[in-house]
């Protein structure tokens, strides 16, 4: 069973930064893509950003370009999202996901998800 931990959530003050991290229990060789999405209370999920395994493509949602960017470690099997200027807009559960696939936005194209971790940005 493949498993994603995430961690690095938590409480901060508009204009701060933050550094996500997403460990995976599969190898290497068998990821395609790592990426972030998120859920607003009340609101559809969304896509954040993704990076191909071998670090070599990403994507980026317009909400956060310039501001948030998405790392990998194929080492290490994490991939991680640094968060900076961070706007109370971002405040969501933040999610890890991995697809065997396709370096995607889209949410179906990712076989494997983590828990969520929560990120509060207040004003």
């Known amino acids: 069973q493949v498993q994603l931990v995430e961690s690095g959530g938590g409480l901060v003050q508009a204009g701060d930064s933050l550094r996500l991290s997403c460990a995976a229990s599969?190898?290497?060789?068998?990821?395609?893509?790592m990426g972030w999405f998120r859920q607003a209370s009340g609101k559809d999920r969304e896509f954040v950003a993704a990076?191909?395994?071998?670090?070599?493509?990403?994507r980026i949602a317009d909400s956060v370009k310039g501001r948030f960017t998405i790392s990998r470690d194929s080492a290490k099997n994490t991939v991680n999202l640094q968060m900076n200027s961070l706007k109370p807009e971002d405040t969501a559960v933040y999610y890890c996901?991995?697809?065997?696939?396709?370096?995607?936005?889209?949410?179906?194209?990712?076989?494997?998800w983590g828990q969520g971790t929560q990120v509060t940005v207040s004003s």
């Open positions: 996901a991995l697809s065997l696939l396709a370096l995607s936005t889209n949410g179906i194209h990712y076989q494997y």
């Open positions: 990076i191909r395994s071998n670090g070599d493509s990403t």
């Open positions: 599969l190898r290497t060789g068998s990821i395609y893509a």
